[in-house]
């Protein structure tokens, strides 16, 4: 349980003068507070950007905050930051400015106290710490300094001037409108935390106890048997990384075949979870209206490349990500419909990152994350994304779409129609659409039918009402009396034609696509014959083949599809005895890269 609350008012009246002052305990200030305990690995981790390397969460598979930078981000607030937790507590002060200085007189970067039994050992400390202190207590948390604390306390003392550490000053106001705003993240944050089950939002003067302004609760996705599936194929798949881990660099060929063989199998899971938003005080104008509303989310969890293992780019990035001790990387991505209809749907990596996408449903995933963590990372710069968008997301949404089929229910508004800008949602988007051209997702009286099988039957031509696209068959529908779906079925046929369906596979229009904004060089190459391409720019170019079966080895960079800056020795091969095609993309149109075939500029 979480509980967020913005303290205000003024600290006159308080029993400690010094507290007016202390930069950890003044007002206005914001609390964050849960019922657990940090363990002594807790306490060690928050003291390192992206955790230690022997007891961090960075190379677990079912932790998430991995790479230690969003505790940081309070930092944005505040200029000094402490909590309580069990009988610690600790205060960080990265400019060395707020903190008492030790025995020594030595400014120090941060503090740990266990508060049960400390001695100050000056009056400045012995000041600090009381008023310190009457800031846990005055909190209305049950704090006490007689006992053990069976929680844990944030204060984030609001940033009163412009300091060496952040130049931005946000005032009480600015802190209230965002926990008021931050309703629409929780609800659907709520969806794939695993121990979080409620979080209530407060305002509190120091005279008062706390007013509740809203509270998001969760319900029915934390059973045993709903998670419990998940967090086993996540526990296997971190055991092979981490095993990868412990090789390193050193591990040959035939070691990196035999991991392949333990992985767990791809895996598609599904659950549900119903989140309440509850608000005690309305603002109609922020979405927050008074009394109960309940959200019903089903969730689709793709585990693993869709398509399996064998060939799969996320399992190369992976591999080499574990060899040279990176973050794990998890190809996991979940597809989430709210109360069974389309929505405004966002991009989520556990909790939303950002503003529309286009898509009618939400759509999780392990993505890279750009530094603001407002967006992910676009496919022409991340290759981890770049095979999520196109290996894992797809089949979790294609999964959403097949189960309101099995359902019989209508599934035609959660296709991705429209355009899309970014080139990481239109592989989504195209990949879906592939998968769905040969999937039973039609109705029809007969039952459910593919779309080559019914509105793209050439022989089939349009019946009755005039609002569908052309040669769609009314007739073999199975509720030829609602407009609305029959409209919607009009955008599948529509967006369908719009990606040249049928179709085997996408990677033709993602491919045009691609090579739309890019300047390319189209190479033939044959059995034997060697290509040898030098990167001269600072951006990684990526090979493209319509083939799909020329096989593209940088050899000097590991078993990656990528080519970057200084890699003189990449080494490209068509496999088969016909020639094939190679097309080199530059990311952008001035890019200049030198290539060499048999030793001749081409």
């Not at 007189?105 to 001695?119: E, Q």
């Not at 609001?158 to 409108?177: A, G, I, M, N």
């Not at 049928?502 to 691609?514: G, K, S, V």
Request: glycine share 6%; with cysteine; net charge neutral.
């Amino acid at each position: 349980k979480v509980d967020i609350i913005l303290e205000t008012g003024n600290l006159e009246a308080t029993a400690s003068p010094t507290r007016r002052t202390n930069p950890v305990a003044r007002t206005p200030s914001l609390i964050f507070h849960n019922d657990s305990v940090f363990t002594e690995k807790d306490l060690q981790n928050i003291q390192h950007i992206g955790g230690t390397e022997t007891s961090s969460k960075r190379s677990d598979g079912t932790k998430v905050g991995r790479f230690g930078i969003g505790f940081n981000s309070a930092f944005h607030l505040a200029d000094v930051v402490a909590f309580a937790t069990g009988s610690s507590i600790v205060a960080f002060d990265p400019t060395k400015e707020h903190l008492p200085h030790n025995k020594e007189g030595k400014a120090l970067g941060g503090l740990r106290w266990n508060y049960l039994t400390h001695k100050c050992h000056s009056p400045e400390e012995q000041d600090f710490f009381d008023s310190l202190l009457l800031g846990f207590e005055q909190s209305a948390l049950g704090f006490s300094r007689k006992e053990p604390f069976k929680g844990t306390i944030f204060r984030f003392a609001l940033r009163q001037q412009p300091s060496k550490l952040w130049r931005e000053v946000h005032s009480q106001e600015e802190v209230h409108e965002l926990i008021t705003d931050f309703h629409s993240c929780a609800r659907l944050g709520m969806v794939l935390l695993k121990n979080v089950q409620r979080i209530s939002v407060s305002t509190m003067t120091v005279t008062a106890k706390p007013s509740l302004m809203y509270k998001v609760e969760s319900s029915g996705g934390r059973t045993n048997a709903n998670r419990n599936p998940i967090l086993n194929w996540l526990g296997s798949y971190t055991s092979v990384m981490q095993s990868i881990s412990q090789v390193g660099q050193n591990m040959t060929p035939q070691e990196q075949d035999k991991k392949a063989k333990e992985l767990p199998m791809p895996a598609t899971m599904t659950n549900s979870v119903s989140v309440t938003l509850t608000c005690a005080q309305a603002n109609e104008d922020r979405g927050l209206v008074s009394g109960a509303q309940t959200t019903a989310f089903v969730v689709h969890h793709q585990l693993g490349p869709g398509s399996g293992w064998s060939g799969s780019s996320c399992w190369k990035l992976a591999e080499e990500a574990a060899r040279y001790h990176h973050p794990i990387a998890v190809p996991w991505s979940a597809s989430i419909v709210e109360d069974g209809k389309p929505c405004d749907g966002r991009l989520v990596c556990f909790f939303p990152i950002r503003k529309a996408t286009g898509f009618p449903l939400h759509l999780h995933g392990y993505f890279e994350l750009s530094s603001d963590r407002q967006s992910i990372k676009d496919s022409t710069i991340s290759r981890w994304n770049a095979a999520m968008c196109s290996e894992v997301v797809p089949f979790a949404y294609r999964e959403a779409i097949a189960s309101l089929c099995g359902q019989r229910k209508g599934s035609y508004g959660l296709w991705p129609h429209g355009e899309f800008v970014e080139l990481s949602l239109r592989t989504v988007a195209a990949k879906t659409i592939a998968l769905l051209s040969s999937s039973k997702c039609v109705a029809t009286k007969k039952g459910y039918e593919t779309p080559k099988e019914t509105i793209f039957a050439p022989q089939l031509s349009i019946t009755a009402h005039n609002i569908i696209a052309e040669s769609v068959n009314v007739a073999s529908i199975v509720d030829t009396t609602s407009a609305e779906e029959l409209q919607l079925l009009g955008k599948v046929h529509d967006t369908l034609k719009a990606h040249d369906v049928p179709i085997t596979a996408a990677d033709a229009w993602i491919y045009r696509e691609a090579m739309a904004v890019t300047k390319q060089k189209r190479i033939s190459a044959t059995v034997g014959e060697e290509l040898f391409i030098k990167c001269t720019d600072d951006e990684d170019y990526v090979a493209f083949s319509q083939e799909q079966n020329l096989s593209v080895i940088p050899m000097n960079c590991g078993t990656t599809s990528a080519l970057r800056k200084g890699d003189e020795n990449v080494l490209l091969m068509a496999p088969d005895e016909a020639t094939h095609s190679l097309c080199v993309q530059f990311p952008f149109q001035q890019r200049m890269v030198k290539s060499y075939h048999n030793t001749e500029t081409v």
